[in-house]
């Protein structure tokens, strides 16, 4: 692992370094290999999907001590991301996460690090999502510890840590992102956070279309998004030039919104323009072995597979082994 390594120096190396340069990962339990680092964006964009700011305030006998950390959680099977969101920034722990089933989570918890590494690397490339709120109140509390005037505030920093994360109010993250259009994608970005947020999906099924039953095949990238960052997801559109919503409604009507279903979802159903992206910029996560899988669903498609019983089977068990399906 680099240790001791200032931020200026992580984007000096990283500058003219981008992901897609690398091969596809094969093992995603283990991080890259030596002095190859994640692209800049790619970690905003993890930490977007993955990524939660904490504020804790601790009551001791002489003064209340408050602590900050940044956290990025993964399952065991991708515990490699933890690994190269370590090497990037020089700090922090990986291990187990105790609150979720077989899961990791990638720690930062110094101030000096959040100070010198965290900040200036979010400053330099901030978070798309309403989550960058919760980032500039973490943030605002980091620079109050920084000066020592944290001790004599320690009430306003219960405020601040009231509005955080959950409890921040669904107007103001609705507000927040609608303030921030038209919100522009970088690819690296995209490559991330579909990593964290997206799914392969292949439906297989018979239906029924003006009286006449047909099998119905349909490869699809979802990215699903809380209500409140709808406007994250039209942005996706705007990036791949094409797909839709899910419900559908005004997105730029407050109370359409609020009225809508909880999670929200984006259906890209051109699968020629998700498989040239992600050919160019592959997935890091076990998500990748999803990937494959739907190429090869959409292959098998192209080759009326699905005309014979065998070649059906076929289609289903590999569609039966993505996502949640997956054993290996």
Aim: hydrophobic share 35%; net charge positive; aromatic share 10%.
């Amino acid at each position: 692992m680099v240790k001791n390594r200032n931020i200026s120096n992580t984007i000096a190396l990283i500058r003219e370094y981008s992901v897609n340069n690398l091969q596809p990962k094969t093992d995603f339990k283990s991080g890259l290999l030596g002095e190859v680092l994640l692209a800049p964006q790619w970690v905003t964009g993890i930490i977007d999907s993955e990524g939660n700011f904490s504020v804790s305030i601790q009551e001791t006998n002489n003064k209340p001590k408050v602590s900050l950390a940044l956290k990025v959680t993964q399952k065991e099977h991708s515990k490699g991301i933890l690994l190269d969101l370590q090497n990037y920034f020089g700090c922090g722990n990986v291990y187990i996460d105790n609150r979720k089933e077989n899961a990791y989570k990638f720690s930062v918890n110094k101030l000096d690090d959040i100070l010198t590494k965290i900040i200036p690397h979010l400053d330099n490339y901030p978070l798309l999502t309403s989550k960058n709120l919760d980032y500039l109140d973490f943030k605002k509390v980091a620079l109050l510890m920084k000066d020592k005037t944290h001790l004599k505030d320690v009430e306003a920093i219960q405020v601040v840590k009231k509005n955080m994360n959950k409890s921040r109010s669904f107007e103001e993250r609705w507000s927040y992102l609608k303030s921030c259009e038209p919100i522009k994608l970088n690819n690296e970005w995209v490559q991330a956070f579909i990593d964290g947020e997206g799914s392969f999906q292949f439906n297989i099924s018979n239906t029924v279309n003006r009286g006449k039953p047909y099998l119905a095949l349909a490869p699809t990238l979802e990215i699903a998004q809380s209500n409140h960052d709808v406007l994250l997801l039209n942005a996706f559109i705007q990036f791949f030039g094409y797909g839709y919503l899910k419900p559908k409604y005004d997105i730029y009507d407050l109370d359409a919104v609020k009225n809508s279903r909880i999670v929200n979802r984006l259906i890209i159903n051109q699968h020629s323009v998700v498989t040239e992206f992600f050919d160019k910029y592959p997935l890091l996560t076990r998500k990748y072995l999803d990937y494959l899988d739907w190429k090869s669903l959409i292959q098998l498609k192209g080759e009326r597979a699905q005309d014979t019983v065998e070649g059906l089977q076929k289609m289903k068990d590999i569609k039966a082994n993505m996502n949640k399906g997956r054993v290996e």
